[in-house]
């Protein structure tokens, strides 16, 4: 399935009508037939013609005999190589994504944003399913994580500075470098990872930060306390020790479990 986006609308294209059709009722149950176009066609054909902000790509990958390969090179993907693939739906936009299988030679996919003048922004996230990976999506121009950053600010995950006389200032995006854009990079999988192991209910509590350390800070703050409630929890540990005793009819293993239970807080409460 190839799909382009104009603004909010989509343009979703499939070969064959039968994952045109489930694709269609698919979406009439989730309520957004609306905004979407499905035509039943030979994209390589249709690609040319159209026009669009994003295009995604999903290609086959050949059968499940990828898995079998080590190392999958985009010569095997369908129904024509991932260079010819991707120059193709660059008629349309810069700004592609493709989904590819897990064991697809990174270089390459990196040697695609290369086919364009500048080279394209890319970005390869690793897809998992219950902690199994299961493909890769890569990410070309404005659909790159700093690719986006370069359109708006707001998205800002953390701030790039600069030294002036009168202290640091934000950089301009158009002045990042490679530096810069890797730490955004890495802040926004920060900030991924953890907004990931939320679940619903504290993560709404938790939405108004959108920074990797605001939202860590204020992680640790919900369920370590503040500095007067880890005063008050250390001084409460120490009590507890210097108590442990023995206590009678007590089975030796069930004081060191004790023991250890108690060296294991104090411990995660930082107490040397
Ligand atoms: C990996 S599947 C992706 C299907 C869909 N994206 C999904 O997730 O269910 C690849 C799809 O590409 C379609 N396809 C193959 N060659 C095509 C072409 N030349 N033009 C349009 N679609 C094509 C196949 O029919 C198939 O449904």
């Known amino acids: 399935m190839f799909i382009i986006c104009r603004g909010y609308h989509v343009i979703a294209i499939d070969i064959d009508p039968k994952k045109v059709e ?3 009722n ?9 905004y979407i ?25 050949g059968g499940p005999s990828y898995k079998t390969t080590e190392n999958f090179t985009l010569d095997l993907l369908k129904p024509v190589d ?17 989904f590819l299988p897990r064991n697809v030679d990174v270089c390459q996919v990196e040697q695609l944003s290369w086919l364009s003048s500048p080279p394209l922004n890319v970005e390869i996230e690793e897809n998992y399913v219950r902690g199994f990976l299961k493909g890769v999506t890569a990410y070309f121009g404005k659909t790159a994580y700093w690719g986006v950053a370069q359109e708006t600010s707001s ?13 640091d200032v934000p950089k301009r995006v158009a ?32 939405r108004d930060y959108t920074t990797t350390k605001g939202l860590w800070d204020a992680l640790v703050n919900k369920f370590e306390g503040n500095l007067e409630m880890k005063k008050s929890k250390k001084g409460m540990l120490k009590g507890e020790f210097n108590m442990l005793n023995y206590v009678q009819g007590e089975s030796i293993a069930s004081l060191i479990q004790r023991f250890e ?8 409460a930082g107490i040397g």
């Open 175 to 206: 002045d990042y470098d490679e530096t810069d854009r890797r730490m955004l990079n890495e802040d926004n999988r920060a900030f991924d990872v953890l907004t990931v192991c939320l679940s619903r209910e504290i993560a709404l509590t938790l």
């Open 22 to 24: 489930m694709a269609s």
């Open 37 to 61: 176009d499905f035509i039943v066609g030979d994209f390589l054909q249709l690609a040319p013609s159209l026009k669009g902000n994003v295009a995604f790509l999903s290609p086959p990958w």
């Open 82 to 98: 991932g260079y010819t693939l991707f120059q193709v739906a660059q008629t349309i936009t810069p700004n592609i994504m493709m």
């Open 26 to 34: 698919n979406s009439k149950i989730y309520g957004v037939d609306s």
């Open 261 to 268: 239970t108690l060296i294991t807080k104090i411990e995660s």
């Open 155 to 167: 998205v800002h995950i953390c701030e790039p500075t600069t030294s002036t006389p009168d202290g």
